[in-house]
């Protein structure tokens, strides 16, 4: 039988032994997964490598974690033992462990689906022609999804096919390659390649769960790569797809047992972190034993995203636990399943994103009306009155008349702030939307309780709206251009 092994380039590697951060992203053990080498013999074997060792690692948190800390979804309380002074206080450099991380993350992915990809070209599909194509769809899929996450944080703009982006890797790598990097127009041609197969192949019985990429996950990742390119009409195209597929938007009375992965409610795709197995909690990002304030809580919500959260609107009682003070307000988006505290399944697409994708879109071809009525359906669904109802009861949220394009994009980013907060959103956004909306990072006074002269924001034209490229990149790969500013 021959044994295949799963060979790290040194554009991969990246000097991992001394990264010690970055075992996070290759650590993930799931029921199935095929460690080292694995055989691959039919279409079974390519579905197992898929499910088990693909699959895996998916991960995002990475992203989620620093763009909290670096923008102002979040707060330093004085209850913090040293953990993320650096980020928080816009100290941003090619060392930083978390984008070294997700570096290696997004590269592990898109070097195991090479290896399937190359090994699929071995085997006869003629066994199960329709499932053969489904496991290159979803693969492929995931290789598109690794680019999508990866080339907006390192590429000084997102919109522009000129400029520098990441590392082009179509194939398994020999460990001495040094790849450069490529422009962006050359990592789309990829990302395009990839979406139209997957689209054009997935089966009538693909996997229909939400936790495997399905194609209606499809439709959401190709709504939010062309929001990032600045394309509404495609962007709108995509999210509107989405959402006649998807579910609805879920309502304010059984929001809360969507984000303890008790429903399904308007998920689209998550990845999935069962209660058991070696999976990284994603609470334990800003805390250490629960979601409380008895928890060893490390970085709490900012006093301005909680400021925007109405008493009326549910997200205010379900992303902050109930034992927060007036100084400490704890998150608790992530509250847990089961008897696992702190881990939940990361959520990747959902409808009220494709909601305000398609909002977005709107505004970008100035139909400012459409784009409130949008929007406001979000906040509607976030209404709620509690039992038993106060008087005056509470009255739902009505659309906002925009005067032109730059008060619509301030009123969606305060949306996308309020309900995409701690899933990785905020900074991007900014990035893309800073400047037509005349807003950047927005923290309060009170926010860094350690230190009162943090500056509480960044000029949306610093070159830190653009990541480094790890220090263990540019130290293995003599090729790679490091971005300006560090």
Wanted: hydrophobic residues 40%; aromatic residues 8%; contains cysteine.
């Amino acid at each position: 039988m021959k044994k295949i092994k799963i060979v790290l380039s040194s554009i991969i590697i990246l000097g991992t032994l001394s990264i010690t951060s970055c075992k996070d992203a290759i650590d993930i053990v799931q029921d199935g997964e095929v460690n080292e080498s694995v055989a691959f013999q039919n279409v079974s074997d390519l579905r197992s490598f898929l499910n088990g060792s693909v699959y895996s690692t998916v991960n995002t948190t990475d992203e989620i974690h620093l763009t909290s800390l670096i923008t102002d979804e979040s707060s330093l309380p004085l209850v913090n033992t040293g953990f993320y002074n650096e980020e928080y206080r816009f100290i941003l450099t090619s060392s930083n462990s978390q984008v070294a991380s997700m570096w290696l993350t997004h590269y592990t992915t898109i070097n195991r689906v090479n290896r399937l990809l190359e090994e699929a070209v071995k085997i006869n599909p003629a066994e199960n022609p329709v499932e053969y194509k489904a496991v290159l769809a979803e693969a492929r899929a995931l290789r598109a999804f690794a680019y999508i996450s990866l080339y907006p944080y390192f590429t000084t703009n997102m919109e522009d096919g000129n400029a520098l982006g990441v590392m082009l890797v179509k194939d398994v790598p020999l460990v001495d390659v040094k790849p450069p990097r490529v422009k962006n127009s050359e990592i789309w041609a990829l990302i395009d390649e990839d979406l139209a197969y997957a689209d054009a192949n997935f089966a009538s019985n693909n996997l229909t769960s939400y936790k495997f990429i399905t194609k209606n996950a499809l439709n959401a990742m190709r709504a939010r790569y062309y929001n990032y390119r600045n394309l509404p009409a495609l962007a709108s195209q995509y999210a509107n797809a989405a959402i006649a597929a998807g579910p609805a938007l879920t309502p304010a009375a059984s929001y809360r047992s969507m984000w303890q992965d008790a429903i399904q409610g308007e998920n689209i795709f998550v990845l999935s972190r069962p209660s058991v197995g070696g999976w990284r909690n994603i609470a334990s990002l800003w805390t250490t034993n629960t979601s409380s304030s008895s928890g060893t809580v490390q970085i709490s919500m900012g006093f301005n995203l909680f400021n925007l959260m109405a008493d009326s609107d549910i997200r205010k009682s379900v992303f902050v636990d109930p034992t927060s003070t007036s100084v400490l307000k704890v998150i608790d988006k992530y509250p847990g399943k089961n008897n696992t505290p702190l881990r939940n399944d990361i959520k990747v697409f959902r409808t009220s994103e494709m909601v305000l994708i398609a909002a977005e879109a709107a505004i970008a071809q100035n139909n400012l009306s459409q784009a409130s009525t949008l929007i406001n359906q979000v906040r509607t669904a976030r209404f709620a009155v509690p039992s038993p109802a106060p008087t005056p009861v509470p009255v739902p949220p009505t659309p906002v008349v925009y005067a032109n394009q730059a008060e619509a994009y301030r009123d969606l980013l305060k949306e996308r702030r309020i309900e995409l907060c701690f899933e990785g959103h905020r900074f991007l956004d900014l990035k893309r939307l800073g400047k037509k909306a005349g807003v950047s990072i927005d923290r309060n006074v009170k926010d860094d309780q350690k230190n009162t002269g943090t500056p509480l924001t960044l000029s949306i034209d610093d070159y830190r709206w653009t990541w480094p490229i790890p220090n263990a990149e540019i130290s293995g790969n003599s090729a790679i251009v490091q971005n300006p500013g560090y």
